[in-house]
């Protein structure tokens, strides 16, 4: 079975935070998200499943709020990737 689990850029990390509504709800630096993003995905391949990192594309992200009348809170963005198919952040 495979999962496609969401991967921001280093780049994108300040740009993101400065995105979503609630920032306090995500690590503050890049580094401790990808540390906790590779604990995920450590955890979801020893249960056998195939993860495939799906880039979110800030600018696709901020369109789809926009679209839908809502800001880009990540816990909002849900309806995003499950609508895609592409992930879950």
């Not at 890049?30 to 979110?56: A, C, F, M, P, Q």
Request: aromatic share 12%; charged share 30%; with cysteine.
């Amino acid at each position: 079975m495979e999962v496609n689990l969401a991967y921001y850029r280093k780049k994108d990390w300040r740009k993101f935070l400065k995105l979503i509504d609630d920032p306090e709800n995500m690590d503050e630096t890049w580094k401790e998200w990808h540390k906790s993003y590779l604990k995920i995905k450590r955890s979801l391949t020893s249960h056998g499943l195939t993860v495939n990192d799906i880039v979110i594309d800030l600018n696709e992200l901020r369109n789809y709020c926009l679209t839908n009348n809502h800001t880009g809170s990540v816990y909002k963005t849900g309806p995003l990737v499950q609508r895609c198919g592409k992930c879950w952040i």
